[in-house]
């Protein structure tokens, strides 16, 4: 029983540090990433649909996305989405394909960047910290109802207390490594 608990509360440790990872993509660092474009839906045919099911994303530099359409006619489309999105990115279009160029980032929005990855990070951690909390919980309330030992419950939370302390450290080596893709000019 106490297994299901502890695969329960590292399940969901996990969760936390893969949306990181997923936020993280989407963080804009002055350098192409197709990742960027991932929350850009583009209303193709009533039906929200993103760009990368739309057309072929490649990064021939590194600070230019270029998008090719495999139907023409979504350019206009493609375009549009992009402008609304709050990326603050200005797509050009010749007909055939869309090119975004990525501008330099200011030092001053690198650090604004920065203090918002942290937070991103920070969120996580409480999460993480929350799983182990909720895991805890659930072993003591094992225990009062007499299905496992005093004994298996310290160990068990040493366990959940290693893994908690496992997925911590990885948020903060994804923060770390983030934060230096910010900051390198």
């Given amino acids: 029983m106490n297994e299901d608990v502890l695969r329960e509360t590292e399940e969901a440790m996990k969760k936390a540090v893969s949306f ?9 660092t002055g350098r192409a990433n197709a990742a960027i474009l991932d929350s850009v839906k583009v209303d193709y045919y009533g039906t929200p649909t993103p760009i990368n099911q739309l057309a072929t994303i490649s990064i021939p530099e ?15 489309l ?8 709050d990326l603050g990115l200005t797509p050009n279009s ?10 330099e980032l200011t030092e001053e929005r690198r650090r ?16 993480i910290r929350n ?10 309330k094992l225990e009062k109802e007499g299905h496992v030992s005093q004994d298996e419950i310290k160990k068990s939370i ?3 207390q290693k893994i908690t302390d496992s997925y911590i450290e990885k948020v903060d080596e994804l923060l770390k490594l983030k934060e230096e ?5």
């Fill in 112 to 127: 604004e960047l920065v203090k918002t990855v942290k937070k991103m990070g920070e969120q996580e951690k409480i999460t």
């Fill in 78 to 85: 493609i375009e549009k989405a992009i402008m609304k999105s």
């Fill in 131 to 140: 799983a182990r909390r909720n895991g805890n919980e659930k072993l003591k």
């Fill in 20 to 28: 990181l990872t997923k936020e993280l993509a989407k963080v804009r």
């Fill in 94 to 103: 010749d007909g055939k394909v869309i090119r975004i160029p990525i501008p």
């Fill in 62 to 76: 590194s600070r230019l996305i270029v998008i090719q359409p495999w139907d023409t006619n979504v350019i206009g």
């Fill in 181 to 185: 893709e910010i900051l390198t000019i």
């Fill in 158 to 160: 040493e366990k959940i």
